[in-house]
């Protein structure tokens, strides 16, 4: 029996979900939309083409993060982007830790990666399909 599959959310545990609203909502201007699976106080941003970013508040829980594990979105330019990392003094880095540098990949694509509130890796990068 074939099926196919399509992606649909990001779930993340955060320690204060309204800080991580907050990062998300003025860093890449994502909208908040209705959580429409409970009545918890996870929060739900959408990240276009009906994806979404879940924020699930776990205040007591130990996040653990490295590099390796990260979400990546994608952007014609990453100047604007860059910008607003540095206007809200957010560090970002190539994929080898060297601060405020562009990586670029072997086929050519330019990456970086800053953290949010609660650690997490966020790679913004320019493969734009």
């Given at each position: 029996m074939?099926?196919?599959?399509s992606?649909?959310?990001?779930?993340?545990?955060?320690?204060?979900?309204?800080?991580?609203?907050?990062?998300y909502q003025?860093?890449?201007?994502?909208e908040?939309?209705?959580?429409?699976?409970?009545?918890?106080?996870?929060?739900?941003?959408s990240?276009?083409e009906?994806?979404?970013?879940h924020?699930?508040?776990?205040?007591?829980?130990?996040?653990?993060?490295?590099?390796?594990?990260?979400f990546?979105?994608?952007?014609?330019?990453?100047?604007?982007?860059?910008?607003k990392?540095?206007?809200?003094?957010?560090?970002?880095?190539?994929?080898?830790?060297?601060?405020n540098?562009?990586?670029?990949?072997?086929d050519?694509?330019k990456?970086?990666?800053f953290q949010?509130?609660?650690?997490?890796?966020?790679?913004?990068?320019?493969?734009?399909?």
């Amino acid at each position: 029996m074939a099926y196919s599959l399509s992606f649909n959310h990001i779930a993340l545990s955060v320690k204060d979900v309204d800080e991580s609203v907050e990062f998300y909502q003025k860093l890449l201007k994502l909208e908040e939309i209705k959580n429409t699976a409970s009545d918890s106080k996870t929060r739900w941003l959408s990240l276009n083409e009906e994806k979404q970013l879940h924020l699930i508040p776990r205040p007591d829980s130990e996040i653990k993060i490295n590099k390796a594990v990260h979400f990546a979105l994608s952007t014609p330019n990453l100047d604007p982007i860059i910008s607003k990392l540095e206007k809200l003094k957010i560090e970002f880095y190539d994929w080898k830790d060297n601060r405020n540098k562009i990586h670029v990949r072997k086929d050519g694509i330019k990456q970086i990666y800053f953290q949010d509130p609660n650690g997490y890796w966020i790679e913004i990068n320019n493969d734009v399909k």
